[in-house]
């Protein structure tokens, strides 16, 4: 059952192309499978906005969702370690784990990118494969409630997603409260060395007053 929530949400939040809008029917489909039905009820809820308004807002919606924000980027390792050294390590582990399971990145795409980690839970199944969304529970949570804050229809996908994850701890709510209140380390150094190239922003294309938004 969390494999299907998670390859979907894989599907789903990526940029709402030709190729994902034309896949409608088969979208529904997939939807339709999810069990139990609050989770479900989430993905449909999404599944309704994204196939009723137009390719352009859609488009629009997903950018300025994820590209133009720095409190809601899909780059899990960046919540937790900013863009430090320890990113740069936490990147090549990932990149490390999905080389043993034979998942390949595509050229330029950085481990953490949330589609991907979902991607290999999917594929991979518990134990290896949830792993990384374990780990980046905190930063999962972060990206939710700024999702939620926003009011995004994206904000449904994260959701269902978090709701078939292990049951939060008091100390992983009070984890997530000082990231939220604090944010990511902010010393810039040490990340070319794991060959993803030398701008690991989860936020490329947008200014500095953009990004802080």
């Known amino acids: 059952m969390r ?8 599907l789903l939040l990526t940029y709402p192309d030709t190729e994902l809008l034309d896949a409608a ?18 993905v449909v809820a999404f599944l309704d906005w994204l ?17 133009l924000r720095r409190r809601s980027g899909l780059y899990l390792t960046y919540y937790l370690h900013g863009d430090t050294r320890k990113r740069g390590m936490a990147l090549l582990v990932l990149k490390q784990r999905y080389r043993a399971h034979g998942l390949r990145l595509a050229d330029g795409e950085l481990p953490d990118l949330l589609p991907v980690v979902l991607e290999f839970a999917a594929a991979a199944g518990p134990g290896d494969g949830e792993a990384p969304l374990r780990q980046h529970r905190q930063g999962l949570e972060v990206l939710r409630a700024a999702l939620t804050d ?24 009070a984890a997530i409260s000082a990231l939220a209140a604090d944010g990511p380390p902010v010393e810039a150094v040490g990340l070319e060395s794991i060959g993803a ?12 007053a953009e990004a802080a938004r």
């Open 51 to 67: 196939l009723a308004v137009s390719p352009i807002e859609a488009q629009r919606e997903y950018v300025q969702t994820f590209d």
């Open 3 to 10: 494999a299907r929530v998670f390859e979907l949400a894989s």
């Open 25 to 42: 029917d088969d979208l529904r489909a997939a939807a339709a499978l999810i069990e139990p039905e609050p989770v479900r009820d989430e």
């Open 197 to 208: 190239g030398p701008n690991l922003s989860p936020y490329p294309n947008c200014s500095a």
């Open 150 to 173: 926003s009011g995004t229809p994206y904000r449904h996908l994260l959701d269902a997603v978090c709701a078939v994850l292990p049951e939060l701890t008091d100390d992983d709510r």
